[in-house]
């Protein structure tokens, strides 16, 4: 580790940025919560113009980690998450020979994180942090990851982070253990001119956050109908996305949204995200599509509705979503890089 202060008790500290990013194909369950090892392989692009800025600062002279979040110093459960993953970090680093051993327990740090995107905006706050936490830590202790590692320690935070550390089109892949579970890209964010008009019907926080809900998904009777129908979802999306057929990748990427709230509506207790607004949109987007418009939406873990389309589509599909009664607001996001150090 390289002493960035020349004080007597170095600190080191790194600054990096990451995108959120919209799953075509969902990960919903896991295998093992703890390790976050998904019960199946999922498909996403990251989301441009929305980002994470995180820096961390380790120091020696620390009595406890620290997290200030869009400049509000966080206590209890989002703290105690962050921390949970810097035992990761640190053990990793005492693995490689990078951290003394002495220090694991006791090298703290200060992490300070804004997000560009507003919360409760419908797009995944988790996946960009922990992508950002995960390449500023790499930076600052000098871990030098390579990038599969890095998506894996980026998983420990939170499982759809992994997939925000390649760049553009990225393939999480389920792997059997914590090493063969990691996220790769497989096509550059200029493959295809695809835009994510995020429609916002509600800026409250959900009631039932993704690290709650997937220990649920085991108790939906869907479930396991849904996880064998992924790897054939998954593919018909991914060649979708390489022959850049709109109709094949809104068949694969609508029918998977479906899948993942029917599992989640069935579950004990029962998941139900959606509002009477979000089923309008889902209606009125199909409807366009009939009329010959390519486009075709996915819906995360809250209300608010990812419209996917292709490029030209914007100037028909922007407005007309405005003007939906109801509608709050539209964030317009074209695929993205991956995470990286500033
Ligand atoms: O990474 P988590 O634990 O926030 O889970 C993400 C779950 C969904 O956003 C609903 C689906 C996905 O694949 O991103």
């Not at 804004?114 to 202790?141: H, R, Y």
């Not at 995020?198 to 039932?208: F, T, Y």
């Not at 922007?318 to 964030?331: E, H, N, Q």
Request: with cysteine.
């Amino acid at each position: 580790m390289k002493d960035k202060n020349h004080s007597q008790k170095p600190t080191h500290s790194a600054t990096a940025i990451a995108h959120p990013n919209i799953a075509f194909i969902k990960y919903w369950g896991n295998r093992d919560d703890a390790l976050r090892l998904p019960l199946n392989s999922s498909l996403s692009m990251n989301l441009d113009g929305l980002e994470t800025r995180t820096t961390i600062s380790f120091d020696e002279s620390l009595n406890a980690d620290s997290l200030t979040l869009n400049g509000i110093l966080q206590e209890g459960a989002g703290l105690a998450r962050v921390s949970a993953f810097l035992d990761s970090a640190r053990e990793l680093a005492v693995q490689r020979g990078i951290l003394k051993p002495e220090l694991q327990k006791r090298y703290f740090a200060q992490v300070v994180s804004e997000n560009s995107f507003p919360a409760g905006a419908g797009i995944a706050s988790s996946a960009s942090a922990f992508a950002a936490l995960a390449m500023a830590v790499d930076g600052a202790l000098g871990l030098n990851l390579p990038e599969a590692q890095l998506s894996r320690l980026a998983r420990l935070g939170s499982g759809s982070a992994s997939r925000s550390i390649p760049t553009g089109f990225v393939e999480w892949h389920a792997g059997q253990d914590d090493e063969s579970s990691y996220a790769e890209s497989f096509a550059p964010p200029s493959h295809w001119d695809l835009v994510d008009m995020v429609v916002i019907v509600d800026r409250g926080h959900k009631q039932v956050g993704s690290s709650q809900g997937h220990p649920l998904a085991r108790t939906s009777p869907l479930n396991e109908l849904r996880v064998a129908g992924v790897d054939e979802r998954l593919k018909v999306c991914k060649n979708a996305i390489l022959a850049r057929d709109f109709e094949a990748f809104a068949w694969a990427t609508e029918l998977d949204s479906e899948w993942m709230h029917a599992v989640m509506r069935t579950s004990t207790p029962s998941l139900r995200y959606w509002t009477e607004l979000t089923e309008l949109i889902l209606w009125q987007v199909r409807y366009w599509r009939q009329q010959g418009h390519a486009l075709c939406t996915t819906v995360d873990a809250g209300p608010n509705v990812h419209v996917i389309g292709t490029q030209n589509e914007l100037d028909f599909a922007l407005p007309a979503l405005k003007a939906l009664p109801g509608v709050m607001d539209v964030i317009v996001a074209r695929p993205g890089a991956g995470a990286g150090l500033i």
